[in-house]
């Protein structure tokens, strides 16, 4: 993880991306994680991949505008990017909300 | 394409499949057009992919639970589910609503 990992410009933030982004459960997961308990630590995702595979979900995620991620010496702290949830506020609002009503029902995204 | 297609039951509907579904720019103009305009024959979609590529994100959108397939005759007809959209209401209105908002701002979803 670079010391100052980019994140595009929020005007370059794409519907079509983000769906991408959150077409895989893991990622579907870390997104309800961050809406639910805020910023996190990278290593502490309760999320059943293995290191390399969450650092390619964790840079899909960050590419697409989703997340913003913190370097803070050797730790990186992740969390939901306020300004795209404030471009598509339904669209990310709704989309979470089900996630939530979906675990309910099926026990988990998965 | 078969006589009688298969359609998922609504309740198999998962959002992550979805999201994968709607995670390309084709598929997501197929779903506007169809938002737009209702019913619409397959062959009939202004999509600039080959027609083998069609039929590929065709499949994708109906597995996914999001697109219904009406066959007369030889002809194939193509909706958008009313039980997918009454299950994640909040989801695909709010979807379909920035989908809009998108191609105003950038001419296209592309």
Same mark, same amino acid.
């Given at each position: 993880?670079?010391?100052?990992?980019?994140?595009?410009? *929020?005007?370059?933030?794409?519907?079509? #991306?983000? $769906?991408?982004?959150?077409?895989?459960?893991?990622?579907?997961?870390?997104?309800?994680?961050?809406?639910?308990?805020? &910023?996190? +630590? #990278?290593?502490?995702?309760?999320?059943?991949? /293995?290191?390399?595979?969450?650092?390619?979900?964790?840079?899909?995620? #960050?590419?697409?505008?989703?997340?913003?991620? #913190?370097? &803070?010496?050797?730790?990186? $702290?992740?969390?939901?990017? &306020?300004?795209?949830? +404030?471009?598509?506020?339904? *669209?990310?609002?709704?989309?979470? +909300?089900?996630? /939530?009503?979906?675990?309910? &029902?099926?026990?988990?995204?998965?």
């Amino acid at each position: 993880m670079p010391k100052h990992p980019h994140h595009p410009d *929020v005007r370059d933030v794409r519907l079509v #991306r983000i $769906f991408s982004a959150l077409g895989d459960p893991a990622r579907l997961s870390i997104m309800k994680i961050l809406a639910d308990h805020g &910023e996190h +630590q #990278r290593g502490d995702f309760e999320v059943d991949v /293995t290191p390399s595979t969450l650092s390619h979900h964790m840079r899909t995620l #960050r590419e697409a505008g989703l997340t913003h991620h #913190r370097m &803070e010496g050797t730790r990186c $702290f992740v969390s939901l990017r &306020e300004d795209t949830l +404030q471009r598509f506020p339904a *669209v990310l609002k709704s989309v979470l +909300q089900a996630v /939530t009503t979906e675990e309910r &029902e099926h026990g988990s995204v998965l």
